[in-house]
């Protein structure tokens, strides 16, 4: 069995269709079915039905997608690990990032990334988190930035560091200018929070359900952006990390007690192949998440 067996059977399997297949492979179509035929005969099975103009996927043919898909991103990543000696002059990196990092304090690290390897092409994917791990299994991203803890043992998180939530109000709330306030208080003001498929809205409906009095939820957006800037311009309060609000003009944060934390983490496909463009990104990750933490320390 040869490599472009595998691609052929590959390309094949995601059309579904002859002529597109040999036309997306360079190839005739009789070439392509001669490989795929020869490909059957040494496997030993039939991995495609051909039903007039129509194919399918045998059984078998979908358990080897699976594996043939596995090996070729092998190969790649072989390819990609050669490229690397030469010192981070070409290549790409795919990166997975939570929506609350994206904006913030990760296009500085992509700017001093960029300025470094001018070389690396750079695709970030701001994704829900188990969308992310499942893009890391699959191989399509080379590492993922989110809160801990990951959805399957087969991704691992790499902890960096714990993250306070605050309470966060505008001008016009009676709480601005409030330094702190008790975490068993938040009943007294009604909140506008993340929608529920947000696992920052899962963790503060965990802690509400343990409350005596539950804090009264009266709007719900699916956009940090957005529950911000209705913050700042009614009465009404949010429960955020306060990375970007704390230098947002017209918003106050004011700190819990005791403290709401979660923990902010790289995602790694676990025992997986860790290129050179994902450890330096990783690196640079490290150092500006860590600074933003001392300096989110000293504030308080």
């Known amino acids: 069995m040869e490599l472009r067996h595998l691609r052929y059977f590959v390309t094949l399997a995601e059309t579904l269709h002859f002529r ?9 179509q009789p070439t392509l079915s001669h490989q795929i035929r020869t490909l059957e005969g040494r496997i030993g099975t039939k991995l ?30 072989a390819a990609t690990a050669i490229v690397e000696l030469e010192g981070l002059l070409q290549g790409t990196l795919a990166m997975g990032v939570f929506q609350s990092f994206s904006s913030y304090l990760l296009p500085p690290v992509l700017r001093e990334f960029h300025t470094k390897y001018p070389g690396i092409h750079v695709v970030v994917r701001q994704l829900p988190k188990r969308e992310m791990e499942q893009c890391l299994l699959n191989g399509e991203l080379d590492l ?6 990951t959805e399957t043992e087969r991704v691992e998180a790499e902890e960096l560091f714990d ?8 001008k016009r709330h009676p709480l601005y200018g409030r330094k702190r306030i008790q975490t068993s208080s938040l009943h007294e003001h009604p909140l506008i929070l993340l929608t529920p498929e947000f696992p920052s809205r899962q963790m503060l409906d ?46 106050h944060c004011i700190d819990l007690d005791p403290a709401i934390t979660r923990t902010a983490a790289i995602f790694w496909r676990r025992g997986g192949h860790r290129s050179t463009a994902a450890l330096a990104i990783a690196d640079l990750i490290r150092a500006a998440y860590g600074r933003q933490a001392r300096i989110d320390c000293a504030a308080r």
């Open 20 to 28: 597109r297949a040999a036309e997306r492979l360079h190839v005739t």
């Open 48 to 77: 495609f039905d051909r039903i007039g103009h129509k194919v399918h996927l045998t059984p078998s043919g979908r358990i080897f997608r699976e594996h043939a898909q596995r090996a070729l991103k092998e190969v790649e990543a």
């Open 144 to 149: 993922g930035f989110a809160y801990a803890p």
């Open 163 to 170: 993250e306070s939530v605050v309470l966060i109000v505008g």
């Open 206 to 251: 965990t802690l509400f359900s343990g409350m005596a009095r539950k804090p009264p939820i009266v709007m719900e957006i699916n956009s940090n952006e957005a529950i911000l800037e209705t913050v700042r311009c009614s009465r009404l309060a949010t429960i955020l990390a306060a990375r970007g609000p704390r230098a947002i003009r017209g918003l």
